[in-house]
């Protein structure tokens, strides 16, 4: 059902609780397409974002929303632990005003890229020179139709409540909190406390009274040492309380997720520099309540998939030296796999080290998950560079329990993972960075190397590399707040990175999108088409900027082919 046929039932909710509307589509479950709302205005003309964006999500009769992202679905479950069913209400997005009355106490809203501030979004405004993506343009409607259905329901004393892992973003631009009429923005992880935030933000209590809660926000240095610093628009846990909820303060799902998205772990552990979720209490869900969210998703949502939200999926419970517990990932997969209805899964992160070292593992997994050339298993990997230099300096537990030098290059060790995700039928969306602190032109050199390599690699069998690659922008924090970002601040090296990710996606673009559209033929050919031509206008524009810079192409094409194809292929016999 979609939303307009839902009923116009208007039943005011003390909370209501939704998120950034980017959040609430499919984008066509075409690989890489939930990234489109990255995209700056400018580049995307509205009609071709909404062709490939998908149609609405599902309404219930009544306006709830019969999907809505995991997040969401959370929350609202630790808020029915203490609330009725009609004071908190998650809507469908045509129905939000329905619920909004004259005493609505708190609308909250969940975020991931409100100002724009994500890497891959840089990506896109440093090379566009535009500020204004569709992640800010639709999370601003979103606030601005809220603020005036409030006014319009004459009530004065709601709270508008931001939060979610976009939230960093305020932090680095506190002024557009009152600037959108944002009341506050609660930062970090909230499952255990929600209940007495909202009852607390409900009263009018002031939150200093609560030593659980600080008003302000937390930062990081540039050695990620933790501070906090003070703002009454802020709202996050205070330092001398606990930072995050405990594995059993969680609570389960009680409806459908957008995607089929469960969670199956928190934190990681893994230890990149750059990287915040390392720094968060780990905490693994048994395989056993993994499966009961999935079958919400199944039976309530008709969904046939799962897809495990995890930051590092091969350090589930994993052993010494970050080893993956390869008995623990059998049992979560096989748990998932075993509800009934269900016919495919796959996790949403993972390292690329594990195949590289565990094919074994790898080909076990595919087996469990069904996997084949028609149902293949989508993993998103930063491998973040092609040099052993960087890879050493800011994630050298990421290789592990391989190590540069004695098991190869970074290189060969993605590459060799690479082999094993696609031989048995998984499809890696890396991301490379740029940016990085102590980057060198040749170290974004490698990179491209290394891209370039992966691009005319296949398997033995003649099958080519399955992978796309995207590049993100590491902005320092000074000139993202002077919003002094265009394409210029990219040295000739860093250029080349994007124009080699985007030559790669231009390629896996036309080669694959009619096969992975859905929906009905005319919609899937104008889906493919879309998706063909922009990849390869996106990589035109690229290469344009790369020939204004006095780049040359041809070199970058080729950049590292001889090195690294005349190096050996594998380092695991078993695989040959
Ligand atoms: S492995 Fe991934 S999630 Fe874990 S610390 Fe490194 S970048 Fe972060």
Redesign the pocket.
């Known amino acids: 059902m979609d939303g307009s046929s839902a009923s116009s039932q208007k039943v005011s909710a003390k909370y209501v609780v939704l998120s950034d509307t980017t959040l609430w589509y499919s984008y066509r479950d075409f690989p890489l397409l939930d990234f489109l709302p990255c995209a700056p205005t400018n580049t995307i003309p509205d009609f071709v974002y909404r062709l490939l964006r998908g149609p609405a999500p599902a309404a219930l009769p009544d306006g709830r929303a019969l999907y809505a992202p995991y997040s969401i679905r959370l929350l609202e479950s630790a808020l029915l632990q203490r609330y009725q069913e009609d004071q908190v209400v998650v809507p469908h997005q045509d129905y939000i005003e329905n619920f909004i009355g004259s005493d609505t106490e708190i609308v909250a809203v969940g975020t991931m890229d409100p100002l724009g501030y994500g890497p891959l979004t840089m990506s896109f405004t440093t090379l566009f020179n535009n500020y204004y993506p569709y992640v800010r343009k639709e999370f601003e409607r979103l606030i601005l139709r809220i603020t005036k259905c409030l006014k319009r329901k004459g009530n004065k004393k709601a709270r508008i409540l931001v939060g979610g892992p976009g939230v960093w973003e305020f932090t680095i631009s506190p002024e557009e909190l009152d600037r959108l009429g944002i009341s506050f923005a609660f930062q970090g992880e909230a499952d255990d406390i929600v209940c007495d935030l909202f009852g607390w933000l409900s009263e009018g209590v002031a939150l200093e009274a609560h030593e659980s809660l600080f008003p302000g926000f937390y930062t990081f240095d540039s050695n990620f040492h933790k501070s906090w610093i003070t703002n009454k628009k802020f709202i996050t846990r205070g330092a001398f309380s606990r930072q995050a909820p405990k594995l059993e303060q969680i609570p389960e799902i009680r409806r459908p997720s957008m995607k089929s998205l469960v969670e199956v772990m928190r934190g990681?552990?893994?230890?990149?520099d750059?990287?915040e979720?390392?720094l968060r209490p780990l905490r693994y869900y048994p395989p056993e309540r993994v499966a009961r969210e999935v079958e919400i998703n199944v039976r309530l949502g008709g969904f046939r998939n799962a897809w495990l939200q995890t930051?590092?999926v091969f350090?589930y419970m994993h052993g010494k030296n970050f080893e993956p517990n390869q008995e623990a990932l059998i049992s979560l997969f096989k748990a998932v796999m075993s509800v009934r209805g269900v016919e495919s899964t796959n996790p949403t992160?993972g390292?690329i080290s594990i195949p590289s070292a565990y094919p074994d593992l790898i080909r076990n997994l595919s087996q469990i998950a069904k996997a084949s050339p028609s149902n293949w298993i989508g993993i998103q990997v930063?491998i973040e560079t092609g040099s052993d230099r960087l890879a050493k300096i800011h994630?050298p537990n990421?290789t592990l329990p391989l190590k540069i030098g004695q098991d190869g290059s970074w290189a060969e060790i993605v590459w060799r993972g690479t082999y094993v995700l696609n031989k048995y039928y998984w499809r890696p969306a890396f991301t490379v960075q740029v940016g990085q602190p102590g980057e060198t032109p040749e170290d974004n050199w490698e990179t491209v190397a290394l891209i370039n390599w992966l691009s005319n690699s296949s398997l033995d069998d003649g099958r080519p590399f399955e992978f796309t690659v995207t590049p993100m922008q590491n902005v320092p924090l000074g000139r993202l707040k002077s919003r002094n970002l265009t394409a210029n601040m990219l040295d000739e090296s860093q250029l080349a990175v994007y124009y080699a990710s985007y030559r790669h996606l231009a390629k896996m673009a036309s080669r694959n999108a009619m096969r992975d559209s859905g929906g009905n033929p005319l919609v899937r050919l104008a889906t493919a088409a879309a998706i063909s031509f922009g990849g390869k206008l996106m990589f035109q524009t690229i290469k344009t900027i790369c020939k204004q810079r006095g780049i040359d192409v041809d070199k970058v094409n080729v950049h590292g082919l001889d090195r690294k194809l005349s190096q050996p292929r594998l380092l695991n016999p078993r695989l040959s």
């Open positions: 990681c552990g893994i230890g990149c750059f990287c979720v390392t930051d590092e350090a992160h390292r930063g994630m990421k």
